[in-house]
């Protein structure tokens, strides 16, 4: 869809500006929440598939519900590699789902699911942080899935929840 299009096309643009874009990203709300929607039309189109095929060999998927207050109390460096942790394991299990479904409904959708998914993963993971450069050593709670839906609803809650919240977070030292 042209509006998902060009909400990949503004993301896409903020990457390649390099550190600032996530300032950009996290200074104006806006964005995130073009994100949010956009992964909830995402899970909606995908969901008016008329015969969704599950997948034969399950994906494992994050657990993305988290306690606020807990998360408000924790650092941002904290949050910052559990969510990559999350997009780690949620990009991995798109992708194997993409090996799976054919060329019909959804698959669109989740080729879009994974390329936004990545560029948030490679964007938290290059931006100049105190604690130096990720690496996945991490090994988040997680849950197997066969159903093509559960991948979406996933990255809908995490972009609404953590990614938001620590947006948010990140606002307050970032954004003047």
């Not at 604690?131 to 093509?148: F, K, L, V």
């Amino acid at each position: 869809s042209s509006p998902g299009l060009l909400l990949l096309t503004s993301f896409l643009l903020h990457l390649e500006e390099g550190p600032a874009s996530l300032a950009r990203l996290v200074c104006d709300s806006r964005l995130i929440n073009k994100y949010i929607e956009g992964a909830k039309d995402m899970e909606k189109t995908a969901g008016q598939c008329q015969a969704q095929p599950a997948l034969s060999c399950p994906v494992a998927l994050p657990l993305v519900a988290f306690n606020i207050q807990q998360w408000r109390s924790r650092s941002n460096e904290s949050k910052r590699r559990e969510i990559l942790c999350d997009l780690d394991l949620l990009v991995g299990a798109a992708a194997g789902a993409q090996g799976q479904l054919p060329q019909e409904c959804g698959a669109k959708q989740l080729g879009q699911l994974y390329r936004q998914a990545n560029s948030f993963l490679q964007l938290l993971q290059t931006f100049e942080w105190e604690a130096g450069p990720w690496e996945a050593d991490c090994s988040p709670h997680s849950i197997e899935q066969i159903h093509i839906t559960s991948i979406f609803l996933t990255y809908q809650r995490l972009v609404q929840g953590k990614m938001r919240f620590f947006f948010h977070s990140l606002a307050k030292d970032l954004c003047q």
